[in-house]
């Protein structure tokens, strides 16, 4: 294979050497990364971080499971049952794994560390602000996700504690929805999500995977041993139609996008080679597998197509067992807030000195006041959209959308750019494979994002 030659100067954008600020940018807070330097060793060298094979799969198992297989079940609703969703799952998994695999890969031909990084590098200015613009984007509709998966988890739990019916009729104004969600908001996530860095929430990691697991373990058993109330609606055997199948993309996406922070754990590994990247990714995309498909197929077969977009919401408020599993949630969802909020907040800081050409240093002292003021309206408008957004499904279908840019649209052309750019006169069969590899990638991420803002803009919109 040829070797690669990709623009790495960034005085070509009109950026600053210094990339200090913009390495931050989107690094799990599990993952620790050495700053780049002049005698720095080339890629594919020798080692650069301390992160192991298998600490590299549970960080990047844990960067792809979360709150979103709250949402599976109803993914296999709306996909036609078990057969249409496991099929869908497995054919997505492919183009999935190949996407992060891609990723590594143009890390290592551009010398970059973070994504947004990779994608400047490698495809220049314009679609590196598109990239970080959907970052920012995606990052925002994430956090007005978390703030209804608190909602709903909170009105189940206090009907059981206030010994009252769900609903709005004849509550106690304390109980309000909107007056839950906003005191938790202010008390807990505003005060998490002023400070400049998020290293002290590092641990958090620990609480989400058990969480996570938790909730899984809790609706299969469910499932296996029902209460004697809960009875399965219609369990639907076949997709209505092809579109209805393409609906369950986004949640599929949402579930599955780590790729936004999988370059840092790339760059974190002791050998960062693009062959055990595969390993890890293809380990850690298995177990997420195997713990989306038992949340999506047992929740789908216990409450059939009746099952609500959080599955949690389709139990009973006075089951022990599922409330404990709401508690893992609310709090999983409170440390998860602040990093993407973080993650967001860095992008537009980013954009904002790289627009006023000021370097990092010299504007040391406005930043405070300037992280304050990102960090109020950054919440404020959040908090407002959960709100008057109550369903869940709406949020997740468009931030799918989003979430298919970065598997699918922007490896898509990071491997299309990074192929062109070998000088080679006369191109191999598998030059133009991968040329054609990189297109579809494109296509299909344009295809699902494509569809999700059309559902948006005519469907929930004009409804």
Known sequence: MAQVSINRDLGEWGLSTDSGERARLLQSPSVDIAPKSEGEAPPGGVGRGTTSTLGAIFIVVNACLGAGLLNFPAAFSTAGGVAAGITLQMAMLVFIISGLVILAYCSQASNERTYQEVVWAVCGKLTGVLCEVAIATYTFGTCIAFL?????????IIAVMAKEPEGPGGSPWYTDRKFTIS?????????????REIGF???SSFLSV???????AIIIIKYIWPDKEMTP???LNRPASWIAVFNAMPTICFGFQCHVSSVPVFNSMRQPEVKTWGGVVTAAMVIALAVYMGTGICGFLTF????DPDVLLSYPSEDMAVAVARAFIILSVLTSYPILHFCGRAVIEGLWLRYQGMPVEEDVGRERRRRVLQTLVWFLLTLLLALFIPDIGKVISVIGGLAACFIFVFPGLCLIQAKLSEMEEVKPASWWAMVSYGVLLV???AFIFGQTTANAIFVDLLA
């Open 210 to 216: 058990v969480g996570t697991w938790y909730v899984t």
């Open 183 to 195: 005191l938790t908001a202010f008390l807990f996530i505003l005060p998490l999500s002023i400070p």
């Open 233 to 235: 609606a219609d369990i």
């Open 201 to 203: 929430q590092k641990y």
């Open 304 to 307: 059939g197509d009746a099952v």
């Open 148 to 156: 209804i998966i608190i909602g709903d988890q909170q009105d189940k």
């Open 443 to 445: 296509t299909l991420g």
